[in-house]
């Protein structure tokens, strides 16, 4: 893949074995310029070192909670670069109670946080990035199997990531006349800090190895390369997808 002389803002990453660091390892080395953001002050000394590992021009804080620092982020790229190219948006979080109890006990507060963090903030993300795509783009987020079939411990995840997936649908319609592709990323089980909330997660890790066609679960580098392609030109056909790279673990059921 070739994303030389295309711009992109990361949103997501935590540490070396997060999903959207994988993406910007790879979007990195296939040529892209990045700009990439961290929650709050206790995550800057993780993320900074790899963003500027990767000479990143923008290392931005952003917590989608606090009012205003999602429009400080783009405001940022509109001042440095003017247009955008690309948005990867790996951001996800549910209370702990709320996560590990049934979705029948789940809060109203945890469940309207889940789909604010999860789900509305990158609803947010299409509207601010609409403007710095005159030329169109691709919106890129990170779903999972639970949110299409009712995966064990996933719980109240399952019906946000649900809502992100149709929201994926009802922008990629929205924008598609102005050429700004929206797809999500759907990865089998992986090893990171986000889903390390989850419980029982190491039988998930080894049911999805067991079943999956391949025997293979997916890595870093794997879905960043699957997120390069869809930032990139020879994608300009694909959006409002739900794209699997899970070694063929969703065609089981």
């Given amino acids: 893949m070739d994303l030389r002389g295309k711009r992109g803002l990361i949103l997501g990453i935590a540490n070396d074995r997060s999903i959207a660091w994988g993406c910007a390892r790879v979007m990195a ?22 963003a500027e590992a990767l000479r990143c021009p923008l290392v931005l804080p952003c917590d989608v909670r606090a009012p205003g620092q999602l429009e400080a982020v783009f405001d940022a790229v509109r001042t440095a670069w003017g247009t955008l190219d690309f948005v990867i948006h790996a951001i996800a979080y549910a209370p702990k109670d709320d996560l590990q109890g049934r979705v029948a006990d789940c809060s109203a507060a945890g469940f309207a946080l889940a789909m604010d963090v999860s ?34 411990h996933y719980n109240l995840m399952g019906p946000v990531k649900a809502a992100l997936e149709a929201s994926v649908r009802a922008l ?21 800090r986000a889903a390390s909330g989850l419980e029982h997660f190491d039988e998930l890790l080894g049911d999805a190895w067991s079943r999956a066609p391949e025997h293979m679960l997916a890595r870093l580098d794997d879905v960043g390369a699957f997120a390069a ?3 990139s030109d020879g994608a300009r056909l ?16």
């Fill in 29 to 50: 080395a296939c040529g892209a310029e990045l700009a990439v953001t961290y929650l709050d002050d206790a995550a800057e000394p993780h993320v900074r070192p790899l």
């Fill in 119 to 152: 789900c509305h903030s990158f609803i947010r993300c299409a509207k601010l990035a609409e403007p710095l795509m005159p030329h169109g783009g691709s919106l890129l987020t990170f779903t999972f199997y639970g949110g299409e079939k009712v995966v064990p």
């Fill in 172 to 192: 990629a319609v929205e924008l598609g006349s102005r050429r700004i592709r929206v797809n999500a990323v759907s990865p089998g089980p992986m090893g990171t």
């Fill in 229 to 231: 392609f869809l930032a």
């Fill in 238 to 253: 694909v959006t409002g997808n739900v794209e699997y790279v899970d070694a063929g673990y969703h065609v089981l059921g």
